[in-house]
C-alpha cells in the first residue's frame, strides 16, 4: 500500500454527506467534538438527488439541536393530518387530534441537507467532497482506526477514535464489516415508485396516499407551488419510458374525480423511478465503526420514514459519542447498535404494512387485496385503529 501524501488524526471520521452525516458533524461540533466528513460526490450531486418530503418531531427536534432548524421553520409546512384515497373514497387521519397533538413537518430533503450543508460551512467545518476510494481500516476492538481516501490524484490518510458510517445503501463502511460479524435482513417488492417532481401547486392541502385498481399514487408536496407525486410502476418499466402527459393522465385515473379535476399539471423537473425494499443490518457496530442511516437501513417510502430514521439513528450515535467523550463512558457506544434496531424496527414494520396496505399485488390472485379492504374498512370505522397509523406515522418516541 502506498505511503500516503498526508496522515492527520481526527476523533471521528463520517462517511458521507448526506441528512446521515451532515447531522452528526453538526451535532457532534455542538458537543465540541472534533470531526470530518468525506463524501464521494460533489456538493451539487448531493442536492440534486430528490428523495424524501416528510420529517417527524424527533427529526425536526434534531435539526434544532443541530442549529439548523431556522428555515425549516419558516419555509416548512406543519401538517396535523393525511388522507387515505381508497376506491375513489377519501378518508381523513387526523393526526393531531390522535396522537394527543403531534404533527409532521412537509419539507424536503434537499432542503435538509442545504441547511445543514450551509451550517456545517459557516462553522468552518471540512468536508471533503469528491474524496475517492474512501476505505476504513483497523476499527475492530484493540486497533487504531483509520480511513484512507483519494483526492486530486494523492492518497491521505486519517488515524481516528471512531468511523461513523452514514454513506448509504451502497457505501463502503458496511461492506467493510466482517462477514462472519454481520447479518443482513431484505425484502425486495415487486415494483417502483415513479416520482415526479413539478412547479405547480399541490393538489390538496395535505398527502393523499391513494390505492386503486390501477395501483398506488401519493399526492405530495415541497411547498405551496411545488408538488411531488408518485405512481406504482412494474419494475420492468424505465423513466424514459413515461412522457409527463402519461405521468398526469395516469395520476388522474388513479386519485378520486373530485381531486383529478382539481391537479394542476405542469412540466416535471425531476422524474425518477425508485425500487422498494425492506433492508437491515445487525448489528450496527463492529467495534470502533458504527453505521448510520441508509447505510444500516432502507424502508418502502410507503411510511415516510427513511430519513426519520436516518435522525434517530443519529441522535442515538451522537449522544453515546458525547458520553464517551465527556464522561469517558462506553455505556452509550455500547448499547447504541441495540436503542437504534429497537426503533428500525418499528418502523421497519410500519413501512412494510403501509406498502402492503396501499399497493396492488395483482399477482396473488386476490386475497391480498380482500386483507387490504379489511384492515382499511377497520382504519376508516375504528379509532383505535386509525390511531395505530396516526402513532406510526408522527413517529414512535426515541
Ligand atoms: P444517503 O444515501 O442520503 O447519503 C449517503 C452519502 O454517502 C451520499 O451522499 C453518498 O454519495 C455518500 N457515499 C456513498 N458511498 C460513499 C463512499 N464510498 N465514500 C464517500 N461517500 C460515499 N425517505 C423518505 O422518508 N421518503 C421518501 O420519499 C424517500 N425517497 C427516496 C428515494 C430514493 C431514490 C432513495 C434512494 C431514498 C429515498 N428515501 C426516502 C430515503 C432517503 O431519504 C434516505 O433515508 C436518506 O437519504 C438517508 O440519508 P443518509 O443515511 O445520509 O444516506
Ligand atoms: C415525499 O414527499 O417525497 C414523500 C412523502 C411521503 C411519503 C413518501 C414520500 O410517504
Not at 480511513?147 to 461492506?175: L, M, N, P, S
Not at 411547498?223 to 413515461?242: A, G, I, N
Not at 467523550?325 to 418499528?346: H, P, T, V
Request: glycine letters at 8%; aromatic letters at 10%.
Amino acid at each position: 500500500m502506498s505511503t500516503p501524501a498526508t496522515t492527520t488524526h481526527v476523533p471521528v471520521v463520517i462517511v458521507g454527506a448526506g441528512p446521515s452525516g451532515l447531522l452528526l458533524g453538526q451535532l457532534l461540533h455542538k458537543s465540541g467534538i472534533e470531526n470530518i466528513i468525506l463524501e464521494q460526490r460533489s456538493p451539487d450531486y448531493v442536492l440534486s438527488r430528490i428523495r424524501a418530503g416528510v420529517l417527524e418531531q424527533v427529526a425536526v427536534e434534531m435539526l434544532e439541536k443541530a442549529g439548523a432548524a431556522e428555515r425549516m421553520h419558516a419555509e416548512g409546512l406543519p401538517h396535523e393530518g393525511i388522507e387515505l384515497l381508497y376506491f375513489g373514497k377519501r378518508h381523513r387521519i387526523d393526526l393531531k387530534a390522535l396522537t394527543g397533538g403531534k404533527q409532521v413537518m412537509v419539507y424536503g430533503q434537499t432542503e435538509v441537507t442545504r441547511d445543514l450543508m450551509d451550517v456545517r460551512a459557516a462553522a468552518g467545518l471540512t468536508t471533503v467532497y469528491e474524496a475517492l476510494n474512501v476505505q476504513p481500516f483497523d476499527f475492530l476492538e484493540g486497533e487504531k482506526p483509520r480511513v484512507r481516501y483519494e483526492k486530486d490524484g494523492q492518497t491521505h490518510e486519517i488515524t481516528c477514535d471512531f468511523i461513523a458510517g452514514c454513506d448509504g445503501f451502497h457505501g463502503v463502511c458496511r461492506a467493510s464489516a466482517p462477514a462472519d460479524k454481520i447479518k443482513t435482513f431484505e425484502k425486495v417488492y415487486p415494483f417502483g415508485w415513479l416520482g415526479l417532481l413539478s412547479d405547480t401547486p399541490p393538489v390538496s392541502e395535505e398527502l393523499i396516499y391513494a390505492s386503486s385498481e390501477r395501483g398506488f399514487a401519493l399526492c405530495s408536496q415541497r411547498s405551496l407551488s411545488r408538488s411531488r407525486y408518485y405512481l406504482q410502476v412494474p419494475l420492468t418499466d424505465k423513466v424514459e419510458d413515461w412522457s409527463d402527459e402519461a405521468f398526469w393522465e395516469e395520476l388522474k385515473r388513479r386519485v378520486d374525480p373530485e381531486t383529478a379535476a382539481k391537479l394542476v399539471t405542469g412540466p416535471s423537473i425531476e422524474k425518477s423511478i425508485a425500487p422498494l425494499r425492506s433492508f437491515v443490518t445487525e448489528p450496527m457496530r463492529f467495534g470502533r465503526m458504527f453505521l448510520a442511516g441508509d447505510a444500516a437501513h432502507i424502508v418502502p417510502p410507503t411510511g415516510a420514514k427513511g430519513l426519520n430514521l436516518a435522525a434517530s439513528d443519529v441522535g442515538y450515535l451522537w449522544q453515546g459519542l458525547v458520553d464517551f467523550y465527556q464522561n469517558k463512558s462506553e455505556a452509550g457506544i455500547d448499547s447504541y447498535s441495540e436503542k437504534a434496531l429497537r426503533r428500525i424496527w418499528k418502523a421497519e414494520h410500519f413501512s412494510w404494512w403501509m406498502t402492503m396496505l396501499m399497493h396492488d399485488f395483482a399477482e396473488d390472485g386476490g386475497f391480498n387485496a380482500k386483507m387490504q379492504e379489511a384492515e382499511l374498512h377497520y382504519i376508516f370505522t375504528s379509532e383505535n385503529g386509525a390511531r395505530v397509523l396516526a402513532e406510526n406515522y408522527v413517529g414512535l418516541p426515541m
